[in-house]
């Protein structure tokens, strides 16, 4: 089976991924890294069968990053069910374990959100 070549812009969004997950989720060392557009997103954010997906919002305009609430980590609470409309300029980073095995850092965001260059990690994960 043949790899995929990444594009330079490919390989710029991966490399920021990368960034993100290094801060974020500093004791992932593994190498699988997403991105993924969706319009949507409903958090599983809880262990359920051996499977869970740690997740935090990332405020691209505001350069913030945004733990999920108490809540929305409690199976037996409605709002950690509920979908929600990803909005413009906000980015969803999970790391997500299935069946007990780690399946990477994935990045989601609105099909119209872009990442540019211009998106600096480094500025994102240096604001107090």
Known sequence: MA???LTTQEQAQINFVK???????SDYNGRK????K???YQP??????????YSVAIDFRGQRVLMPTHESTVP???QAHDSFEIPQGVGILEHTYFCG???????VIHPNQT??????SQNLLDKP
Do not use: P
């Open 33 to 36: 890294f997403h991105i993924q």
């Open 115 to 120: 990442l540019s260059l211009e998106n600096n």
């Open 76 to 78: 037996w609470n409605k």
């Open 101 to 107: 095995k780690d399946m990477g850092i994935t990045l």
């Open 44 to 53: 599983s954010n809880y262990w359920d069968g051996g499977s869970r997906t």
């Open 19 to 25: 960034d993100l997950a290094k801060a974020i989720y």
């Open 3 to 5: 790899k995929t070549q």
């Open 38 to 40: 969706q319009e949507s």
